[in-house]
């Protein structure tokens, strides 16, 4: 009886089964997210009711519980779920599946031998969503939405790499906005703020869902664009530049042209790691601004403007 | 065996090796049957230690590749403590082909991918599993486990936190060498590590097992 109440009330779903896989228990929490009642499943298979449970690594990690008597864990890191359930209503937003730990573990009858096994479900939707959270708010820059400076480093390592192993092109557009100093001080930082906003979403809009976009410094951006070639990235560089200085941003009815500087640079089996490549790109950026600004320059050790 | 060799008499050690060497026997020849991989397991070697001594005798054993992927496991029962794994990394590759998974893809080089860790973890999980259950049915004693954690050249980590032992403690590890049959060069260690705490329970249940059989 104590044992009964114990089984329906405590906030985690219970399976019982016996060696053929045949549901002996299923407590009322299963019942509630599951939406079969103990009654309409004991005594049949649960692969019956959850197909895709029938695999050759679902059964041998229970084969291993019946026989050695260990415990087997479905993490919700490796698995996300095993139970396909909605989660409970106020996260039904966020998230289209319940995230669950599950374990799978003995149950020793009098004898000593194992005659069944159970299954634990523990609903950890909301960490995980909490967890999903605060990685991405720790990736990217508060004001922009863009990444941050830490990630595009994290990124550039991977980039690098990648592009290095497979010898797939990889570039780099630094880009900073003209005279940003004057602006803010004419406009001041409100107005600021909206600029910078406004240029990282021209700059957003502006990549493929495969290239990234970083604040890099206060009015400094970065983009990396994976299998992209220095034609190609000169080309993107170009249309964000257009598409910058036709902004039309008003402060007060006034008219405030903005205009960005771009330094792309490609990576080269010579460069030892992403810094060289991040340091060719500001050289080249460092150019384009020395050459008289609103323009993009492509690294060479001899840099060319490739459009005034 | 090692330095407290007074906390065991010497029918005690050798009743010890000798579960061991049946449950270790039963474990390799029963993982053949359920996960079909041949599991070949050396004739454990039991050694007890008191305080750093442990210490540094784990961190020399580790030292067996280059780089590791370490699998622990902690379990529990009257006979408690954590059980460590150390595969030479890459093995992931060999052991997702043996049960018969798709090949990796292109993470490998970074150090395990998702399925990588996922193929670790549940091999490490049944041969831990296989090994402390068949040593607990023999001297009777059930065990629950805490989820398998996949550390990579983090040994360290287990040692400074403290997971391993402290200075006044105990140890008791019981070693092993693992290789699958299929697949030579995955050759890797299995140490069960315990302490102070098991030990009267082990020296009772050892006697209880030779008293069995008369």
Redesign the interface.
């Given at each position: 009886m104590i044992e009964q109440q114990i089984l329906d009330t405590i906030n985690v779903g219970i399976i019982v089964l016996d060696a053929d896989f045949i549901v002996r228990q299923w407590n009322r929490w299963m019942a509630q997210y599951s939406g079969i009642e103990p009654e309409a499943i004991r005594g049949q298979s649960l692969f019956d009711h959850y197909p895709h449970l029938d695999n050759v690594k679902f059964r041998r990690n229970c084969k291993a519980v019946l026989r050695f008597g260990n415990f087997c864990f479905f993490s919700q890191k490796l698995h996300g779920h095993l139970f396909s359930f909605r989660p409970s209503s106020t996260l039904r937003g966020e998230m289209e599946f319940m995230q669950q730990n599950c374990t799978v573990g003995p149950l020793y009858s009098d004898d000593r031998e194992i005659r069944h096994l159970f299954i634990s479900v523990e609903d950890v939707t909301e960490a995980v969503l909490y967890q999903n959270r605060l990685v991405e708010m720790n990736r990217r820059d508060a004001l922009t939405g863009l990444f941050n400076r830490r990630y595009l480093n994290q990124r550039l390592v991977e980039e690098f790499e990648r592009a290095r192993r497979y010898r797939r092109p990889l570039s780099l557009i630094m880009t900073d906005i003209d005279h940003f100093k004057r602006i803010n001080d004419t406009y001041g930082h409100q107005f600021g703020d909206q600029v910078i906003r406004a240029v990282a979403a021209t700059l957003t809009a502006g990549l493929r869902k495969v290239d990234g976009a970083a604040r890099y410094g206060g009015e400094e951006f970065c983009c990396y664009l994976p299998e992209t070639d220095g034609d190609g990235a000169v080309g993107v560089a170009e249309r964000l530049r257009q598409r910058v200085a036709q902004l039309g941003l008003v402060h007060e009815s006034v008219a405030v042209p903005v205009t960005m500087s771009f330094g792309v640079a490609v990576a080269q089996a010579a460069m030892g790691d992403h810094e060289s490549l991040l340091k060719a790109a500001d050289d080249a950026l460092y150019q384009a601004k020395h050459n008289g600004r609103n323009q993009v320059c492509r690294f060479s050790p001899n840099p060319q403007t490739v459009d005034g | 065996m090692s330095e407290p060799g007074y906390l065991f008499t010497e029918e005690e050690a050798d009743i010890l090796q000798e579960v061991m060497n049946i449950a270790f026997g039963k474990?390799s020849a029963?993982l053949a049957?359920?996960?079909d991989i041949t599991v070949i397991l050396s004739v454990p070697e039991i050694r007890l230690f008191r305080g750093e001594k442990l210490h540094c005798y784990l961190i020399d054993q580790m030292r067996f590749a280059e780089r590791l992927s370490l699998v622990e496991q902690g379990f529990i029962g009257r006979f408690r403590g954590s059980a460590l794994l150390g595969f030479p990394q890459g093995a992931e590759e060999c052991i997702l082909r043996l049960m018969?998974e798709e090949e990796l893809g292109?993470d490998v080089?970074?150090g395990p991918s998702?399925l990588g860790?996922?193929a670790l973890?549940?091999v490490g999980?049944?041969l831990?599993?296989?090994c402390?259950?068949?040593l607990?049915?023999l001297l009777?004693d059930?065990?629950?486990?805490t989820?398998?954690r996949l550390l990579v050249e983090d040994y360290h980590a287990l040692v400074d936190g403290g997971l391993l032992a402290r200075a006044d403690d105990v140890g008791i590890t019981m070693k092993t060498m693992f290789s699958f049959e299929e697949a030579e060069s995955v050759t890797g260690y299995l140490f069960l590590l315990t302490d102070e705490s098991s030990l009267s329970w082990l020296k009772q249940a050892l006697n209880d097992y030779l008293d069995s059989f008369g």
């Open positions: - | 474990a029963e049957e359920v996960i018969g292109e080089a970074e998702s860790c996922e973890l549940e999980n049944i831990i599993g296989a402390i259950g068949k607990s049915e009777k059930y065990v629950t486990y989820p398998p």
